[in-house]
């Protein structure tokens, strides 16, 4: 734009000073200047700077050309800016088509395999070739300190073994506690010796019966005394049923049943009595009236005799016999008497 020192009677034509001329851009930290200041000033600055000569020729003196052959290649050598500058342009410009003349199809056709890059370009074929290398150096890694734990792991289990097996040689008394041998929360059947138990139903440690307990309703134990197990049909199964079992409707450690049962009329079925007839009489009343007419022709009264009579009341004597005692009736199987025990860890 025009500064103060051009006005219409200075410069009313095309041409006029550069010291007029106000620069309002912005500047760099590499041009000393503020903005207003005339464009003189700043060319003056600019040059100052670059290490400008009477001559105009401008070198750099410390650029290390050999640094980049293609920079001296493309200056012969020079050191002159204008040729630096230059080369530096056509280079970059060499480079941007290169850049965006290569497309897809300049990247060769790889089978990716097991890899799983992010795009096809080289880049991110050689990152995932990377990251897979890495995930199966881990793996490796992971797999020897598996194989040799379990490999420790196997040579205890063989020494314990190979103790075992001495010991089942070498002693006649070697043997597991009953403790040892029984599944936890299974109830088991026992007809042993009593004194294994304590007088609270606990097995007792030193007879080899530690956490077996005596189904008694103690020690966190059911109470299956009396009991035989039947197996539950609610048990949140969708399975169907037997079509024999569909009306029991028993969950698990529901007790049903009864020892003695005493039949209500529903459950009799249907049945005669036999009738006991004594047999039975009437007892029979008259009663007799007399009348007289005169007989035909004369000569006399006809007599003539009439009677009523009914039957007294009487009883039939049959009675209807009674049968059954109304008592109720053993509904046990064939059983045997058990002590139901069980281990609680």
């Not at 103060?4 to 309002?24: I, L, Q, R």
């Not at 450690?253 to 009864?258: L, P, T």
């Not at 009264?301 to 016999?321: L, Q, W």
């Amino acid at each position: 734009m025009q500064g103060n020192c051009c006005d219409d009677n200075k410069c009313g034509g095309f041409v006029y000073s550069s010291e007029c001329v106000v620069y309002e851009g912005d500047l760099g930290p590499e041009v000393q200047g503020n903005k207003g200041d005339s464009l003189t000033s700043i060319i003056d600055n600019i040059i100052t700077n670059i290490g400008y000569t009477e001559t105009g020729n401008i070198n750099v003196e410390d650029l290390k050309l050999s640094t980049c052959q293609i920079i001296k290649d493309k200056t012969g050598g020079s050191k002159d800016l204008d040729k630096v500058l230059q080369a530096l342009i056509d280079s970059h410009c060499e480079l941007k088509t290169y850049v965006e003349n290569r497309t897809k199809e300049d990247i060769p056709s790889y089978d990716l395999k097991c890899l799983s890059p992010a795009s096809n370009s080289e880049e991110d074929i050689i990152q995932s070739i990377i990251n897979q290398t890495c995930s199966t150096k881990d793996t490796v890694t992971n797999l020897e300190n598996t194989v040799e734990e379990n490999t420790t792991e196997i040579d205890s289990i063989a020494t314990k073994v190979a103790a075992i097996m001495g010991d089942l040689n070498s002693q006649d008394n070697f043997s597991f506690t009953f403790s040892q041998l029984a599944p936890p929360y299974v109830p088991m059947p026992y007809i042993g010796d009593l004194d294994n138990f304590d007088g609270n139903g606990k097995g007792r440690e030193s007879k080899g019966f530690k956490n077996v307990y005596i189904m008694d309703g103690r020690n966190g134990t059911p109470d299956w005394r009396g009991y035989s197990p039947v197996g539950a049909t609610t048990t949140g199964y969708t399975s169907s049923l037997d079509s024999r079992v569909t009306s029991l409707n028993l969950a698990l450690s529901q007790k049903k049943g009864e020892v003695n049962h005493k039949l209500t009329s529903g459950e009799m079925p249907k049945h005669n009595h036999g009738i006991t007839d004594l047999g039975h009489t009437h007892l029979y009343h008259g009663h007799k009236s007399t009348s007289a007419r005169a007989k035909a022709g004369g000569g006399g009264m006809d007599e003539f005799h009439t009677k009523s009579a009914y039957t007294a009341p009487s009883k039939t004597g049959i009675t209807i016999n009674k049968t059954g005692g109304g008592n109720t009736h053993n509904n046990i199987q064939p059983s045997v008497g058990v002590i139901w025990i069980i281990k609680l860890p």
